[in-house]
């Protein structure tokens, strides 16, 4: 048996709780307020002009809405996986629940299954596919069509065949971050419309290769130089790969979250006494990434250790105003002396662990915080009241009063508990 039909197998027999399907809601909730509070942006009124909520096309309405939502970078993370399942599964199964008048419960199933397929392809790349390769625009395409699946409701054969056709539409690489450039949102964009795409395709019949995986042409073999097949299918009677989701609390990269965790109690520390040097220390792929000692522009200072860990230090808080020119200036000189490097044993903890650990000289003495997990993580989850202060904050930059966001919340998070068709997105992005 191929490892694509074990994967939907395993998805299509694992249990679900009403606790699943409530954490799918927060989820859900997380990834509506970051598309909504990006519509402004220059990336979204460019996505814009080419699709929206309104259009009667699952694919494209999927593409506007997973565009939108990792435009701010405070999507959710997915550790082992490298992922930012949110961004391309929920606009996905938000898109087809919608057109097929699908209840609230049979979206958020939809919502678990995509998460599991596009996270358990993740967890079997490899390290050394995320040098080159964006996770989420590859294996995200997997899990939008596994909830696109779900909601067509697609025999075996047909999710197999939708899995295959997600796979040999996968693509996203890295170059966009030596110029700045906007092509981040187009993989989440186009990784939400190709999986629709995938399972409307195989629902009429249109086959796809049921070894897209392990073939010796497939994705793996193409993609990922030191894959780990057996991944797909570990730990089968274990959580739900979606509880096991980050939620970010700050607006930049997720490799730069441990070490602001750990400069943030650095600050409390200091007391205002102005650091001599600093010194962070974390895993390899950080450092890929997340290396930039002088950004230039706000999406660069999302993506600077240097930076996040600078300003964290210098105000004790990283907000969306953090990388702005203002924050971007007052914090050169932080900046400046601060030195990254390869800690090994963090590195061997990685990616099951996304640790850091920041130092502080001051008076010649060092103070130092370690994290081997940050706030947001499964370890130290938003619970429902943070998370939703964090949507409430997010919602407001889209127009939505205290109260309209918390009505709004409120109305995902019932979601669990109705029958009757999904139309929350409809009535949200028409009255904006």
Request: hydrophobic residues 45%; proline residues 5%.
């Amino acid at each position: 048996m191929t490892l694509t039909r074990e994967l939907v197998r395993l998805i299509r027999n694992k249990p679900v709780t009403d606790a699943d399907l409530e954490r799918a809601a927060g989820f859900v909730v997380d990834t509506l307020a970051c598309a909504l509070a990006a519509r402004k942006t220059v990336p979204a009124r460019a996505i814009s002009t080419l699709s929206s909520w309104s259009t009667q096309d699952a694919g494209r309405r999927a593409f506007y809405f997973g565009g939108l939502a990792h435009i701010l970078e405070l999507d959710d993370l997915h550790r082992t996986s490298v992922t930012h399942p949110g961004t391309v599964v929920v606009p996905a199964a938000a898109a087809l629940a919608e057109t097929m008048q699908a209840s609230g419960r049979d979206f958020l199933l939809a919502v678990l299954h995509g998460y599991e397929a596009c996270c358990r392809v993740g967890n079997a790349v490899g390290k050394a596919h995320y040098r080159v390769w964006h996770n989420t625009a590859t294996c995200g395409t997997f899990g939008a069509a596994m909830a696109a699946a779900h909601l067509l409701d697609l025999d075996e054969d047909q999710a197999v065949w939708a899995l295959g056709n997600a796979g040999t539409q996968s693509g996203g690489v890295w170059e966009f971050l030596s110029a700045g450039a906007m092509n981040k949102h187009l993989h989440t964009a186009r990784a939400a419309e190709s999986g629709v795409i995938a399972a409307l395709l195989a629902r009429q019949g249109f086959t796809g290769a049921d070894t897209i995986l392990e073939g010796e042409k497939g994705f793996f073999a193409a993609f990922c130089p030191d894959s780990v097949p057996e991944a797909v299918l570990a730990d089968r009677q274990g959580p739900w790969e979606l509880v096991q989701t980050s939620i970010k609390p700050w607006p930049c990269c997720r490799h730069t979250h441990p070490a602001i965790d750990a400069a943030l109690a650095l600050h409390a520390r200091l007391a205002g006494a102005p650091p001599e040097e600093i010194r962070v220390e974390t895993y390899r792929a950080a450092l890929d990434v997340c290396d930039r000692p002088e950004p230039t522009e706000p999406y660069g200072a999302k993506f600077s250790l240097q930076h996040c860990v600078a300003e964290a230090i210098r105000t004790g808080a990283v907000t969306t105003a953090s990388f702005d020119g203002e924050h971007r200036d007052a914090a050169r000189q932080l900046r400046g002396i601060t030195a990254l490097a390869v800690d090994p044993k963090i590195e061997a903890a990685y990616p099951d662990a996304w640790g850091a650990s920041v130092k502080a000289r001051v008076g010649g003495e060092w103070l130092e915080e370690r994290r081997a997990a940050c706030k947001g993580d499964p370890e130290n989850p938003l619970d429902r009241e943070e998370l939703t202060v964090k949507a409430v904050e997010l919602l407001g930059l889209a127009g939505f009063d205290a109260a309209a966001a918390r009505e709004l919340i409120d109305g995902v998070y019932a979601l669990a508990d109705r029958n009757a068709p999904v139309s929350v997105f409809s009535e949200v992005f028409s009255a904006i």
